[in-house]
């Protein structure tokens, strides 16, 4: 077995049946050749599985450890779990930025958040593939629930915190405008422009336009408060 897959297996704890798919979980599609295509399609494919995999098992730890709360706050922790930045955090954790093999097309040696978050999602629906839900489950308890713990109260959402600022002013909603895209096709980053009445319009950046959204939301409630 490869160091980086050995490693990444110490870190799960889990040892695979089938390693090749911890190794098509770890290895990003760049390339355009026929033999890459077949291999996209496979990480793709566990990406898929693993998102699934991560978003049910932290709604049933959720619904557990919160049985007063309503739907609207659950969902808010939720989002704040398994969004890119969080994922991406688990993934340095689990040293998958040392083990993630890149194809020059994507960028050469330097992974960015986007594809470790990705990466490490993949790698859940690899474990899911080869032995079902409970060593999955297992893997997202443990490096999920110190992330649980970390925030005592729901997370507002950039976004929604700008706008009860606004309506609280007495300002009409914000207005959100996407001025562009840069970057590479396989990772691009969106441009965001965030307009409050009265306020000087703020741009910012993100993997998503939802993600640039929230960040354009969050500078411009640094400019104001």
């Not at 979980?25 to 077949?38: E, F, I, M, V, W």
């Not at 976004?159 to 914000?174: C, D, I, M, N, V």
């Not at 405008?177 to 965001?192: S, Y």
């Amino acid at each position: 077995m490869e160091d980086r897959l050995a490693h990444v297996c110490r870190a799960l704890d889990y040892d695979f049946q089938r390693i090749e798919l911890l190794n098509d979980a770890l290895t990003h599609p760049g390339a355009s050749n026929s033999r890459a295509a077949k291999r996209r399609a496979a990480y793709e494919r566990l990406e898929f599985l693993g998102d699934r995999v991560l978003g049910l098992v932290v709604a049933d730890m959720l619904f557990h450890r919160f049985p007063h709360e309503k739907e609207g706050d659950l969902a808010r922790r939720h989002a704040a779990l398994v969004k890119g930045e969080t994922v991406a955090r688990v993934a340095h954790d689990l040293g998958l930025d040392h083990a993630l093999l890149i194809a020059r097309e994507a960028g050469g040696a330097m992974a960015t958040p986007t594809m470790l978050a990705d990466a490490c999602e993949a790698v859940l629906g690899a474990v899911f593939a080869d032995s079902g839900l409970v060593p999955a489950e297992r893997i997202v308890r443990r490096h999920w629930t110190p992330l649980m713990a970390e925030d005592v109260a729901p997370p507002k959402d950039a976004k929604t915190a700008l706008q009860e600022w606004a309506q609280g002013q007495g300002k009409p909603l914000p207005v959100y405008t996407t001025l562009g895209t840069e970057g590479p096709p396989h990772d691009p980053r969106f441009l965001v422009e965030v307009r409050v009445e009265g306020v000087a319009p703020v741009t910012a950046g993100g993997t998503s336009k939802r993600a640039a959204e929230k960040a354009a939301a969050t500078a411009m409630l640094d400019l104001v408060k």
